[in-house]
């Protein structure tokens, strides 16, 4: 039994290998073989950001990506002729996209750390912030000592994360603090105010808005902590780093980025955001949902979240359907087939790993950060066909087992048997499972914000992130997901009802 | 035309059929009797390779179909069989039901099969039935369509599984009739059957299986009027009060 086990780990560790190296290989030219010449510059230089961290980079009403990271880079591209393309990626994943060489920079307000320069190329500074602390009012939490032994939310990955979990120590020590890492701002922010960490560490401009929308909390720069802020070029590559420099410097000459620090950084700046606090809770709602038109994000949600999800579901279903077939020939030969072996591994590995880490790895390894909707369907697809396996398997066996004697019994092929007489009485036991099946994934893809898709959820974390308030957009996306998936249930019901009905 | 030599058949430890040697001869209307659980299912369904048997020899007309390089599809299209529960294909008419094999298998024209469907049905007294769907039919009617269904193949023999033993009583008799028109027709039939009424009136030959072996093999007349065996006189005797 050891034995057995062992063999199927090894077998598994191989198969997603040889998957990785594969998709690598396939889609992706190697590493290090895009190498920027600026002479002849003719190739669009791919720029990785993380749309969440407002004002440095976020999206505006339009969904187009804007701030003083993207505005500035944009400034210095133009000055410089440079042809720009914008990924925008988890910030957790920007540094890994880059060593795999899919992006050539990094524009995410980005701390030039000792760690970082083993990996990639600085610019040189362009902006200088610092680092504060928020906590409710009272609390008396003003520096970096009084964090002992408290729970501290920071923003995952970013500076504040590594000076508080001890790993950067260049601007005062926090012992034992308990640290949880947010994906936005505003459910750092959230976690405080619920009672669910004592404290926020966080870019002082971003505690400065903050702490001017929601009464209650309060922040304190910390001295000493101001920190530089860099663009990322990849390693190696001096030639773009040079450009990039260069081009700095003329922007702070000609002026464009005096106007940009007064555009972002004053607190006038007409994309930064502000709930009006005098107009009551239907205020509220005006300027979450009305104000630059914010709904528009939820209805695009809406739309990426049912097509990922019916995509999903078909190409789920044609592999399902595959794989059902060739493992019940197999189970009827009573033979094991190499093909039937793979297939009952795939059903394994899909149904024993979670959704969010297939996602990720078919993104990030084999897609290379590349073609996003196509990578979550192929992800939702394979992950949903080994569940829609064993559906198909099951209304297959349902199907009396006197059905294919008759049909076998009159000289019928097994093909012909399963085509003509079994699978139109199993698709009746199938239908209403691939139904549900559907209802799942439009839960089940809330996920794909991990790989930078604007799904519904994604959109609600957004607009979150936008109008700093952390429950009333989550709530809404809630709201709607219930109502779809409230009503779609209703209507496979029905669906259901009529198909046996027609018995 | 049909000769069984030792024929053996296990189902994990349970020796089902331990040694049945009998022939057929064509024409000839062959009724299987015997109590429940004694194997008389099972001998039919090696018949047409429902189930592989796991010793012996059958041949038909001359041809080892045990071979395993037999193409047993080929075999099966001259061995019909009709089932205890009918088995007719819900998802399609009446009609479709008796054409499917003939345009898949023989690959016959659609309009032709159509003309033999009615044909058949017309046989066995349901040619309206022709565009109903079998869920709205009696059991009597279903099983008649199933016998169509088998004929509608031309084939060399006719297997009958209690092809009346899930009917109402009252539904019984019509079946039987089709099938006593058949016998009388000259069509080749094994017929597994509690119907003793039937065997003795319809049938050419009796066999009586229990525990996995043939115990008689005579003319009806024969073994109804004078049983040699006990357990066949024990058999009838309950059968018969």
């Given at each position: 039994?050891?034995?057995?086990?062992?063999?199927?780990?090894?077998?598994?560790?191989?198969?997603?290998?040889?998957?990785?190296?594969?998709?690598?290989?396939?889609?992706?030219?190697?590493?290090?073989?895009?190498?920027?010449?600026?002479?002849?510059?003719?190739?669009?230089?791919?720029?990785?950001?993380?749309a969440e961290y407002s004002p440095f980079e976020y999206r505006d009403s339009d969904g187009e990506l804007t701030g003083f990271d993207y505005d500035l880079?944009?400034?210095?591209?133009?000055?410089?002729?440079?042809?720009?393309?914008?990924?925008?990626?988890?910030?957790?994943?920007?540094?890994?996209?880059?060593?795999?060489?899919?992006?050539?920079?990094?524009?995410?307000a980005?701390?030039?750390?000792?760690?970082?320069?083993?990996?990639?190329?600085?610019?040189?500074?362009?902006y200088?912030g610092?680092?504060s602390?928020?906590?409710?009012?009272?609390?008396?939490?003003?520096?970096?000592?009084?964090?002992?032994?408290?729970?501290?939310?920071?923003?995952?990955?970013?500076?504040?994360?590594?000076?508080?979990?001890?790993?950067?120590?260049?601007?005062?020590?926090?012992?034992?603090?308990?640290?949880?890492?947010?994906?936005t701002a505003s459910?750092?922010v959230?976690?405080?105010?619920?009672?669910?960490?004592?404290?926020?560490?966080i870019d002082t401009i971003m505690a400065e808005i903050y702490c001017d929308q929601t009464?209650?909390?309060?922040y304190?720069?910390?001295?000493?902590?101001?920190?530089?802020?860099?663009?990322?070029?990849?390693?190696?590559?001096?030639?773009?780093?040079?450009?990039?420099?260069?081009?700095?410097?003329?922007?702070?000459?000609?002026?464009?980025?005096d106007e940009l620090y007064e555009k972002y950084f004053s607190g006038e700046g007409e994309d930064t955001a502000a709930a009006d606090e005098?107009?009551?809770?239907?205020?509220k709602?005006?300027f979450i949902?009305l104000d630059e038109n914010r709904?528009?994000y939820?209805?695009?949600?809406?739309?990426?979240?049912?097509?990922?999800?019916?995509?999903?579901?078909?190409?789920?279903?044609?592999?399902?359907?595959?794989?059902?077939?060739?493992?019940?020939?197999?189970?009827?030969?009573?033979?094991?087939?190499?093909?039937?072996?793979?297939?009952?591994?795939?059903?394994?590995?899909?149904?024993?790993?979670?959704?969010?880490?297939?996602?990720?790895?078919?993104?990030?390894?084999?897609?290379?950060?590349?073609?996003?909707?196509?990578?979550?369907?192929?992800?939702?697809?394979?992950?949903?066909?080994?569940?829609?396996?064993?559906?198909?398997?099951?209304?297959?066996?349902?199907?009396?087992?006197?059905?294919?004697?008759?049909?076998?019994?009159?000289?019928?092929?097994?093909?012909?048997?399963?085509?003509?007489?079994?699978?139109?009485?199993?698709?009746?036991?199938?239908?209403?499972?691939?139904?549900?099946?559907?209802?799942?994934?439009?839960?089940?893809?809330?996920?794909?914000?991990?790989?930078?898709?604007?799904?519904?959820?994604?959109?609600?974390?957004y607009v979150s992130s936008r109008t700093y308030q952390m429950?009333?957009p989550?709530?809404?996306?809630?709201?709607?997901?219930?109502?779809?998936?409230?009503?779609?249930?209703?209507?496979?019901?029905?669906?259901?009802?009529?198909?046996?009905?027609?018995? | 035309?049909?000769?069984?030599?030792?024929?053996?058949?296990?189902?994990?430890?349970?020796?089902?059929?331990?040694?049945?040697?009998?022939?057929?001869?064509?024409?000839?209307?062959?009724?299987?009797?015997?109590?429940?659980?004694?194997?008389?299912?099972?001998?039919?369904?090696?018949?047409?390779?429902?189930?592989?048997?796991?010793?012996?020899?059958?041949?038909?007309?001359?041809?080892?179909?045990?071979?395993?390089?037999?193409?047993?599809?080929?075999?099966?299209?001259?061995?019909?069989?009709?089932?205890?529960?009918?088995?007719?294909?819900?998802?399609?008419?009446?009609?479709?039901?008796?054409?499917?094999?003939?345009?898949?298998?023989?690959?016959?024209?659609?309009?032709?099969?159509?003309?033999?469907?009615?044909?058949?049905?017309?046989?066995?007294?349901?040619?309206?039935?022709?565009?109903?769907?079998?869920?709205?039919?009696?059991?009597?009617?279903?099983?008649?369509?199933?016998?169509?269904?088998?004929?509608?193949?031309?084939?060399?023999?006719?297997?009958?599984?209690?092809?009346?033993?899930?009917?109402?009583?009252?539904?019984?008799?019509?079946?039987?009739?089709?099938?006593?028109?058949?016998?009388?027709?000259?069509?080749?039939?094994?017929?597994?059957?509690?119907?003793?009424?039937?065997?003795?009136?319809?049938?050419?030959?009796?066999?009586?299986?229990?525990?996995?072996?043939?115990?008689?093999?005579?003319?009806?007349?024969?073994?109804?009027?004078?049983?040699?065996?006990?357990?066949?006189?024990?058999?009838?005797?309950?059968?018969?009060?």
């Amino acid at each position: 039994m050891r034995l057995i086990i062992k063999k199927k780990r090894g077998i598994l560790f191989l198969l997603l290998t040889a998957l990785t190296i594969a998709g690598s290989a396939v889609l992706l030219p190697a590493d290090g073989m895009f190498t920027l010449n600026a002479a002849e510059q003719t190739k669009e230089i791919v720029v990785g950001t993380n749309a969440e961290y407002s004002p440095f980079e976020y999206r505006d009403s339009d969904g187009e990506l804007t701030g003083f990271d993207y505005d500035l880079l944009e400034a210095i591209a133009e000055v410089q002729g440079i042809e720009l393309v914008w990924n925008d990626l988890p910030f957790d994943s920007l540094m890994g996209s880059m060593e795999a060489g899919d992006i050539q920079i990094i524009a995410a307000a980005v701390g030039p750390t000792e760690e970082r320069e083993r990996s990639v190329n600085f610019s040189d500074v362009y902006y200088t912030g610092s680092q504060s602390i928020i906590c409710n009012e009272g609390a008396d939490i003003t520096e970096f000592a009084d964090l002992t032994g408290k729970t501290v939310a920071v923003l995952e990955g970013s500076m504040s994360d590594l000076i508080v979990s001890g790993e950067n120590t260049d601007y005062g020590m926090v012992e034992d603090a308990d640290v949880k890492r947010f994906k936005t701002a505003s459910s750092a922010v959230m976690e405080l105010m619920n009672q669910g960490a004592d404290a926020v560490v966080i870019d002082t401009i971003m505690a400065e808005i903050y702490c001017d929308q929601t009464t209650g909390i309060i922040y304190t720069e910390v001295p000493g902590t101001e920190e530089d802020t860099v663009f990322c070029i990849q390693k190696g590559n001096t030639v773009l780093t040079e450009l990039i420099n260069e081009g700095l410097a003329k922007v702070r000459e000609n002026g464009t980025y005096d106007e940009l620090y007064e555009k972002y950084f004053s607190g006038e700046g007409e994309d930064t955001a502000a709930a009006d606090e005098e107009q009551g809770f239907l205020g509220k709602l005006k300027f979450i949902f009305l104000d630059e038109n914010r709904w528009q994000y939820y209805v695009s949600g809406v739309e990426i979240t049912i097509l990922i999800s019916i995509l999903s579901t078909l190409v789920g279903t044609l592999i399902g359907l595959f794989v059902a077939i060739v493992r019940l020939r197999a189970d009827r030969m009573k033979r094991k087939s190499i093909v039937a072996g793979i297939a009952a591994l795939y059903v394994d590995i899909i149904r024993g790993t979670p959704s969010v880490l297939q996602l990720m790895i078919i993104y990030f390894a084999v897609f290379h950060s590349r073609l996003g909707y196509l990578a979550a369907v192929v992800s939702f697809g394979i992950n949903s066909g080994a569940y829609v396996s064993e559906v198909i398997r099951g209304g297959i066996l349902a199907v009396d087992k006197g059905q294919t004697e008759a049909g076998r019994s009159l000289g019928m092929s097994y093909t012909d048997t399963m085509s003509f007489v079994i699978l139109p009485q199993a698709v009746k036991n199938i239908l209403p499972a691939l139904g549900n099946e559907f209802v799942q994934l439009i839960k089940e893809t809330s996920i794909l914000g991990y790989v930078g898709i604007l799904d519904l959820t994604k959109a609600a974390s957004y607009v979150s992130s936008r109008t700093y308030q952390m429950f009333i957009p989550l709530v809404a996306a809630g709201v709607i997901y219930y109502v779809i998936v409230k009503l779609l249930t209703i209507l496979l019901g029905k669906f259901e009802r009529r198909l046996r009905d027609s018995d | 035309m049909i000769k069984i030599r030792h024929l053996q058949k296990s189902f994990g430890q349970v020796r089902v059929l331990k040694d049945i040697s009998t022939e057929i001869r064509k024409g000839e209307c062959v009724c299987v009797i015997g109590p429940s659980g004694s194997g008389k299912s099972t001998f039919l369904r090696c018949i047409n390779l429902l189930e592989q048997p796991d010793g012996g020899g059958i041949e038909v007309d001359g041809r080892d179909i045990l071979d395993p390089g037999l193409k047993i599809d080929d075999y099966r299209k001259e061995v019909g069989m009709v089932f205890q529960h009918f088995n007719l294909f819900p998802n399609m008419t009446v009609k479709r039901n008796i054409m499917l094999a003939p345009m898949r298998v023989l690959g016959l024209p659609e309009e032709e099969c159509s003309g033999k469907a009615l044909k058949l049905l017309r046989q066995v007294g349901l040619e309206s039935k022709a565009d109903t769907y079998p869920n709205k039919l009696s059991g009597g009617q279903k099983q008649r369509v199933a016998i169509a269904r088998a004929l509608a193949m031309n084939p060399k023999v006719l297997l009958f599984d209690e092809p009346t033993s899930a009917l109402d009583p009252e539904m019984v008799g019509e079946v039987l009739h089709v099938m006593k028109e058949l016998a009388e027709g000259g069509m080749t039939m094994i017929v597994v059957t509690h119907e003793m009424g039937f065997a003795r009136e319809v049938s050419d030959r009796v066999l009586f299986i229990d525990h996995g072996v043939i115990l008689e093999d005579r003319p009806p007349r024969e073994l109804f009027g004078r049983p040699e065996n006990e357990r066949t006189k024990e058999f009838l005797a309950k059968i018969l009060t």
